[in-house]
């Protein structure tokens, strides 16, 4: 098993039952991570990941950073969905601890990896998931990140025994920035996330700067 990044062994996860939360949560669990987080409700995900024997509270409170012992090294929390006034988000702040996004967790578990990342304005699921399903019929167990479940695996994410990491590159707020890639799927451009980039040029240009990153060699 790969060990984790020393800030990724103990985990709190603010929005932890979401689709691409959870996934994370999942890999961290996987590789031996501990695990809490909150959300505002219960969901067969959350329910999964207490089976896994990550700690999950129901509900935001400042005090749901002591589920784990001694605390999160950690915090992980998302753009969108969680407000800034989040109380545990608060807390971190009052404690110290950092708190980060998703795609820098992601980027993390991906070290060390052959990096597929799949991104474009439609499609980046489905993609992904056939890209991960193909790869696993090739003979490849690979780690892989995807923001729905996979009918053939059963989950969204799983850590794999080989080097190869499939993911989701999410364009919407230029995260897929952190990210290095040996191979990128843009499936399509169309104008979307304005709210964000303000142009449809800047919205187009994330993509470009995206390809730019591709590591030598990469397709």
């Known amino acids: 098993m790969t060990a984790l990044p020393a800030h990724l062994e103990r985990v709190h996860m603010v929005g932890i039952g979401g689709a691409g939360m959870s996934g994370i949560a999942r890999i961290l669990l996987s590789r031996g991570g501990l695990v809490s987080g909150s959300d505002a409700k219960e969901s067969r995900g959350v329910l999964a990941l ?37 109380p545990e988000l608060v807390e971190a ?11 820098a967790v992601l980027a993390s578990l991906m070290q060390g990896n052959r990096t597929f990342l799949v991104s474009g304005t439609h499609g980046k699921t489905s ?34 025994s080989g080097d190869v990491f499939v993911a989701e590159a999410d364009e919407s707020d230029g995260s897929l920035l952190q990210y290095d890639p ?11 996330h304005l709210d964000y980039f303000g142009s449809v040029e800047a919205y187009v240009k994330v993509f470009d700067d995206f390809v730019d990153k591709l590591r030598p060699g990469g397709l």
């Open 182 to 192: 040996n191979v990128i799927v843009v499936t399509n451009i169309e104008a979307d």
């Open 93 to 103: 702040a009052r404690r110290g601890i950092p708190v980060i996004l998703r795609p």
């Open 50 to 86: 207490r089976a896994r024997g990550a700690q999950v509270r129901i509900g935001h409170d400042a005090d749901a950073l002591d589920l784990l012992p001694g605390g999160p090294t950690v915090v992980v929390t998302t753009h969108a969905a969680i407000p800034k006034d989040n």
């Open 127 to 160: 993609t992904t998931s056939m890209l991960v399903v193909a790869l696993q019929h090739c003979g490849f167990d690979p780690s892989f990140a995807v923001g729905g479940e996979l009918n053939e695996a059963g989950t969204n994410a799983h850590h794999g």
